[in-house]
């Protein structure tokens, strides 16, 4: 029988011991740097061709998450969770090669942004029909169910994603057949220019859990340790047999939509409320606060951060692009796959 | 070796690569406790279990989505549609997402779709379609349509072990009409090879799926008048076997396209570019289209007769061009 729903906050986070809460707050600093240098520098320097799509002031919701999968876990992340593709194993050097159009990313140039899957990591990327992944989320699962080793499949999705049919087929399915999914609602605010009241007609996108038989639970989406307590408790379920989970984080996309939209349909006063909620100060404060780190030892994640974007930059810089007769190649996975084959086992 | 039917041929072709290899599974409507709506996977879930033959809710885009995450996972999934029409509400996600995969990123999708297609059943608008140039057009994709029991066994075997994403069309008109000798071990017959159904000198006749029965037939009638045709069975529509349409019509030098699937965008017209374009020089005459009228498909038997291409269609065509 399906549990009762919850549409409470969670505000009661555990606190994760103290080296996760370092991971968190690295991860957090790098995944803003290294978005900050794409959207900031070298988008607007001509270097990055295509689309620019960042999660500024989201960041906490994939790290939060993404944190605390296993091997053998799959996550299918949303364009704005850069985060999880680095908690996944994707280096720096790889990610700004598949931003820049280089051969030797991911994606040799076939594909752009955070497009970026590799079964051997659990990551399947998004395509731009957002939504697309929560079907195959259900696959995901159904194999990691039948396998029975307690994995689980994460994916994320926005909430104007959330009006589309195939999130709705698929969290009757996960239902339906008690797979081990969580469905993570990022609920920035804004779909491009589309503001929440015109995209639904319920207060919190939480209640749609449900609607199908699963928990719907709400959560601050800028507190990383509540993100990661909330998603922790879905895990369990996930990983004991219960079945799905629905997820809905509440934050705020500080950014346009991409890199050249100005996003002028926002109020201006909801960038500054937003502001003070930023959730790598928060965490940084509490750190510090705690006494976990002190002011030195931040200053240093800071420094490194951006060292490491700064070789990042470099190396694709120094790769080549792909050549044009390579759009020939690997249109079918015939004798063999072209480059790589490496599904989770 | 045991006579069987089109469908009983895939369903054993099916029930073959569910033995061979655990990482086979099915799932679609219905196609547990009731054996699916035309009974291919009749038998199927008291025999493999419920974890291999999967009932799923009412929603093509999820069964097609699960099919390429399990496939993403591993297995190799083969995904009923109940019709072939129903594929519409999946679509996105065949050509978008299965499609693509390998080649954005590299990872397989060895995963296979099938289902009823086709007219002649009196089936309606959204019961009949030829849908298959649809994902003709999509790169990523197979497309395979078999008429024979035969081929549909060995074609759908085929499939099932391919790396790709494979749409597999039945044509439901064939289901029980057709019967023939079918071997009882392994065998595939490989994607993307034609076969020439029945050798001829004056016309090459090229076509596919049920239509490659209502050619023989009048492949047979235009004998008596001293017109003799070749049929070739494309058998895969994608990737299609250039070679061997070309071979045939150099060697007839006069070519007739036929199929079930309204003209415009069909594969006559693809076939016809090609062949103007690489064995102008071998054709006595123009190239000729048999094909449905740019209409849905009609529901009355009148209508539905009328839209569909038979015998009469093909000989007037074939006298025509033969005497050019």
Not at chain 2, 5 to 21: F, S, V
Request: charged letters at 25%.
């Amino acid at each position: 029988m399906a549990q009762a729903p919850s549409t409470k906050s969670h505000t009661k986070a555990p606190v994760p011991g103290a080296q996760t809460l370092e991971r968190m707050l690295y991860y957090l600093k790098l995944t803003r740097e290294a978005e900050a240098r794409i959207e900031q520098v070298l988008y607007r320097q001509g270097k990055i061709v295509g689309g620019v799509y960042v999660g500024r002031g989201q960041e906490a919701i994939g790290v939060g998450s993404a944190i605390q999968l296993f091997d053998g876990d799959v996550v299918l992340p949303s364009h704005r969770d850069f985060s999880s593709f680095l908690i996944r194993g994707f280096s720096l050097r790889e990610i700004f090669c598949n931003w820049m159009a280089r051969s030797n990313g991911p994606c040799h140039g076939r594909d752009n942004t955070l497009h970026i899957g590799d079964m051997s990591r659990g990551v399947i990327p998004i395509i731009s029909h957002l939504g697309d992944t929560c079907p195959v989320a259900c696959g995901v699962g159904m194999v990691l169910k039948w396998r029975k080793r307690g994995n689980v499949a994460l994916v994320h999705f926005g909430e104007g994603t959330s009006s589309r049919g195939d999130v709705h087929e698929a969290m009757n399915m996960a239902a339906v057949m008690k797979l081990p999914i969580i469905f993570i609602c990022n609920n920035n605010s804004y779909a491009y220019s589309t503001p929440t009241e015109k995209q639904y007609a319920v207060k919190d996108l939480a209640v749609r859990g449900a609607a199908y038989g699963m928990p719907g639970v709400k959560v601050d989406g800028n507190d990383v340790l509540a993100v990661y307590s909330t998603v922790e408790k879905a895990l369990r379920r996930a990983r004991s047999g219960d079945g799905p989970s629905f997820i809905e984080c509440k934050t705020f996309r500080m950014t346009g939509h991409s890199a050249h939209d100005a996003a002028e349909y926002v109020p201006r006063e909801l960038f500054a409320k937003w502001k003070k909620k930023d959730p790598i100060l928060r965490l940084e404060k509490l750190l510090l606060a705690k006494k976990v780190l002190n002011k030195k030892q931040v200053d240093d994640v800071d420094a490194d951060v951006k060292k490491q974007v700064d070789d990042a930059v470099a190396f694709a810089e120094a790769s080549p692009f792909p050549e044009g007769a390579d759009t020939l190649e690997g249109v079918y996975c015939d004798d063999g796959c072209w480059w790589k084959n490496t599904p989770v086992e | 070796m045991a006579q069987l039917t089109y469908l009983e041929a895939i369903r054993q072709g099916i029930w073959e690569e569910m033995e061979r290899d655990p990482s086979v599974f099915l799932l679609g409507e219905d196609i547990g406790v009731y054996g699916g709506a035309f009974k291919v996977t009749a038998g199927m879930l008291e025999q493999f279990g419920e974890d291999r033959v999967v009932d799923t809710p009412i929603s093509e885009s999820a069964i097609v989505g699960a099919a390429i995450g399990a496939a993403l996972m591993g297995m190799r999934p083969v995904a009923e549609m109940q019709f072939m029409d129903f594929i519409s509400c999946g679509f996105d996600q065949i050509v978008n997402m299965a499609a693509k995969i390998h080649y954005r990123w590299g990872a397989a999708v060895p995963m296979v779709i099938r289902g009823p297609a086709g007219a002649g059943v009196h089936g309606g608008p959204f019961h009949s379609q030829s849908n298959e140039m649809w994902f003709v057009h999509v790169p990523g994709l197979k497309v395979v349509a078999p008429s024979t029991a035969y081929d549909a066994k060995g074609l759908i075997k085929a499939s099932i072990r391919d790396n790709n994403p494979v749409i597999f069309y039945e044509h439901k008109y064939l289901y029980r009409r057709t019967k023939e000798d079918v071997p009882a071990q392994d065998f595939v017959v490989p994607l993307g090879k034609a076969a020439v159904r029945r050798e001829g000198s004056d016309i090459a006749l090229i076509t596919y799926g049920a239509m490659v029965w209502t050619a023989l037939e009048a492949a047979e009638s235009l004998a008596k008048e001293g017109i003799s045709l070749e049929v070739v069975d494309l058998r895969t529509l994608l990737p299609y076997d250039e070679q061997c349409v070309l071979s045939s019509v150099r060697k007839c030098s006069k070519v007739i396209l036929l199929h079930e699937d309204t003209r415009i965008g069909g594969l006559a017209g693809e076939l016809a570019a090609v062949i103007a374009e690489k064995a102008f020089e071998d054709l006595d005459g123009p190239i000729v289209r048999v094909t449905a009228p740019d209409t849905p498909v009609p529901f009355s038997p009148p209508l539905e007769e009328f839209f569909l291409p038979n015998v009469q269609k093909i000989a007037d065509a074939a006298r025509q061009l033969a005497a050019y």
